[in-house]
């Protein structure tokens, strides 16, 4: 298996740096924004953008986790029982601007079934998609607001993601299939 390095820690801190500003810019500061990683990475990832924004802005935005695990649509063909990752939504999401953060965009499955998951704890003012990385070959209308990198890839490659908090160290890889 071939891997290449495509984002090393430099590039993800510019890569997180740059979303929170354009989440900033785009919601007017940070008022009403409640920020909700799906775990593991996407939460973790959630945490730093809140902290960068909270810098900037000088807010302390809510943060927490969104586990999409049960709401997902593959659950009957999975040949082995899902683990339930973590589930926090520190405050009510009725009539907030949701950030739903993930490490890498592939199909869209996962987000929908996070925006799901949402629903069944309130009705937001919006939901608004930031993701490290888009890979594409969307297999549902998703698209995101906020794109560290966007990093064309075949099915045949997968993206990995890297992070110091449960990796020990920051790096997003592609790894090619031998061939």
Do not use: C, W
């Not at 390095?5 to 924004?33: F, P, T, Y």
């Not at 607001?145 to 045949?156: A, L, R």
């Amino acid at each position: 298996m071939k891997t290449n390095v495509v984002m090393d820690e430099k590039a993800i801190e510019r890569a997180l740096s740059r979303i929170a500003h354009e989440i900033i810019e785009r919601n007017r500061g940070g008022e009403r924004l409640v920020i909700l990683g799906i775990p593991t990475r996407g939460y973790e990832l959630a945490r730093r953008l809140k902290k960068i924004i909270d810098e900037i802005e000088g807010t302390d935005i809510p943060v927490g986790a969104v586990d999409a695990t049960l709401y997902r649509d593959d659950l009957a063909i999975k040949k082995t029982q899902p683990t339930l990752k973590k589930m926090d939504i520190p405050i009510s999401i009725d009539d907030r601007k949701i950030i739903l953060v993930d490490d890498v965009l592939f199909t869209g499955r996962t987000i929908r079934a996070g925006m799901n998951a949402l629903m069944d704890f309130g009705r937001p003012l919006s939901i608004q998609l930031a993701v490290l990385v888009d890979r594409g070959h969307r297999e549902l209308p998703i698209k995101a607001d906020y794109v560290g990198k966007n990093i064309p890839t075949s099915v045949k490659e997968g993206v990995k993601v890297r992070i110091k908090e449960t990796d020990g160290v920051n790096e997003v890889l592609v790894e090619s299939a031998p061939r």
